[in-house]
């Protein structure tokens, strides 16, 4: 909608970075599954190194491999993906951010939408207008 509207607009989208706490928390989830995953599908008890016998549901997790592979890799993705989640909705234009869904706690309706850009591609061209024309000063007439 955006590009039939103002085809002088370059639309550009890209994921709004997760505070650093939940990333990284996201990334130790990712590597804790993998080695999960591994050790049911390689039955390598993990828990004889720490002298422990191994927990009930390891046991279960070996006797159903893919069935305990196949749960432990989607329910850890589901989490992965609402920790890196951030619900933004941002909108620059020129750089100047015009719209928050952070801040609103909402998105733009699409009305919303295009009077922001009509009002910031009408500042925008008034100001490249006069930053091309030269200010003219009256200058006194030689005679």
């Not at 890799?73 to 869904?101: P, R």
């Not at 490249?128 to 006194?140: D, I």
């Amino acid at each position: 909608m955006i590009q039939q509207n103002f085809p002088e607009i370059e639309v550009q989208g890209e994921n709004y970075p997760p505070p650093p706490v939940q990333s990284h928390l996201a990334s130790a989830l990712g590597l804790l599954k993998i080695a999960f995953i591994l050790c049911v599908v390689s039955g390598y008890n993990v828990f004889e190194l720490a002298g422990m016998q191994a927990p009930q549901f390891m046991t279960w997790a070996w006797e159903n491999k893919l069935y305990a592979s196949m749960m432990t890799f989607f329910i850890c993705n589901a989490i992965e993906g609402q920790l890196i989640a951030t619900g933004a909705f941002e909108i620059q234009f020129n750089g100047v951010e015009v719209w928050s869904k952070l801040r609103s706690g909402r998105p733009p309706s699409a009305n919303e939408l295009f009077e922001i850009l009509n009002s910031q591609s009408s500042n925008s061209a008034s100001f490249s207008q006069s930053a091309k024309t030269p200010n003219s000063r009256a200058m006194p007439s030689s005679p």
